[in-house]
């Protein structure tokens, strides 16, 4: 017999808030500085409306077909959506319309078309994905130029430019890639105007299997999938 679907959200969720909170403790860091997205793809619309009963509010989609369907249906829920997922230039109008952070922008007229499309009156919360591991197999903007790309972004219309979004290789060594990460956010931070520094203030890295090193090097959302809603088969 299998324990049933809420217990067992539950029960993750306290070890994972246990995890997170020794995570904060070990680095000296307030575990209100660090937000839980709950990542919920290939999950059902009901286990987010579970999480959400149990108090968490943010939540990251990665494929947009599914997302936009989990969001429909639960538009009374009063959630924060983070896009995670990669992004087409076909599919920005629906990231736009839809979600409140997208952490994948990656260049230039990704951005262009989320801020032309975004809906009137919307500001969008976004954050430049850095291929800190220059890892071809992953997107991102080189660390190189992605001062270059921040600065392009601050200039489009209904962005809120707020920081970086890492996903590492296989191979790389955590500590030090979250630590070349915030390194590279702090370098950008001195580099902008002081009415901008205040906003630019978000470090989204760190999921299930390194949440610790994302911590301690200072992130400020975390993605977790397995470690609340369960293997993904
Ligand atoms: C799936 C995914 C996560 C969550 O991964 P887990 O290892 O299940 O915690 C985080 N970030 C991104 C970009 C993902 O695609």
């Given at each position: 017999?299998?324990?049933?679907?809420?217990?067992?959200?539950?029960?993750?969720?306290?070890?994972?808030?246990?995890?997170?909170?020794?995570?904060?403790?070990?680095?000296g860091?307030?575990?209100?500085?660090?937000?839980?997205?709950?990542v919920?793809?290939?999950?059902?619309?009901?286990?987010?409306?579970?999480?959400?009963?149990?108090?968490?509010?943010?939540?990251?989609?990665?494929?947009?077909?599914?997302?936009?369907?989990?969001?429909?249906?639960?538009?009374?829920?009063?959630?924060?959506?983070?896009?995670?997922?990669?992004?087409q230039?076909?599919?920005?109008?629906?990231?736009?319309?839809?979600?409140?952070?997208?952490?994948?922008?990656?260049?230039?007229?990704?951005?262009?078309?989320?801020?032309?499309?975004?809906?009137?009156?919307?500001?969008?919360?976004?954050?430049v994905?850095?291929?800190?591991?220059?890892?071809?197999?992953?997107?991102?903007?080189?660390?190189?130029?992605?001062?270059?790309?921040?600065?392009?972004?601050m200039?489009?219309?209904?962005?809120?430019?707020?920081?970086?979004?890492?996903?590492?290789?296989?191979?790389s060594?955590?500590r030090?890639?979250?630590?070349?990460?915030?390194?590279?956010?702090?370098?950008?931070?001195?580099?902008l105007?002081p009415?901008?520094?205040?906003?630019?203030?978000?470090?989204?890295?760190?999921?299930?299997?390194?949440?610790?090193?994302?911590?301690?090097?200072?992130?400020?959302?975390?993605?977790i999938?397995?470690?609340?809603?369960?293997?993904?088969?």
């Open positions: 017999m299998s324990e049933p679907l809420n217990q067992s959200i539950r029960a993750r969720l306290d070890s994972l808030n246990e995890r997170i909170q020794r995570a904060c403790n070990n680095s860091r307030d575990r209100q500085d660090v937000t839980l997205i709950g919920s793809k290939t999950k059902p619309a009901e286990d987010v409306a579970e999480a959400h009963r149990l108090g968490l509010t943010n939540f990251g989609e990665n494929y947009l077909q599914e997302a936009v369907r989990k969001i429909d249906e639960l538009q009374e829920l009063n959630a924060q959506w983070h896009y995670i997922g990669a992004i230039s076909n599919k920005t109008k629906d990231v736009a319309k839809h979600f409140d952070w997208v952490h994948t922008v990656d260049r230039v007229k990704i951005g262009q078309r989320l801020g032309s499309q975004c809906p009137e009156g919307k500001i969008l919360q976004v954050l994905q850095v291929n800190i591991d220059a890892d071809p197999k992953k997107s991102g903007c080189p660390a190189s130029q992605t001062p270059a790309l921040v600065e392009e972004l200039r489009l219309p209904c962005l809120e430019v707020r920081g970086l979004m890492a996903i590492l290789s296989q191979s060594d955590p030090a890639s979250y630590e070349s990460v915030a390194q590279l956010h702090r370098d950008i931070r001195s580099g105007k009415e901008r520094q205040q906003k630019w203030d978000s470090l989204s890295m760190g999921m299930t299997g390194d949440m610790e090193h994302a911590i301690a090097a200072g992130a400020t959302h975390i993605r999938g397995t470690a609340l809603f369960g293997d993904r088969s």
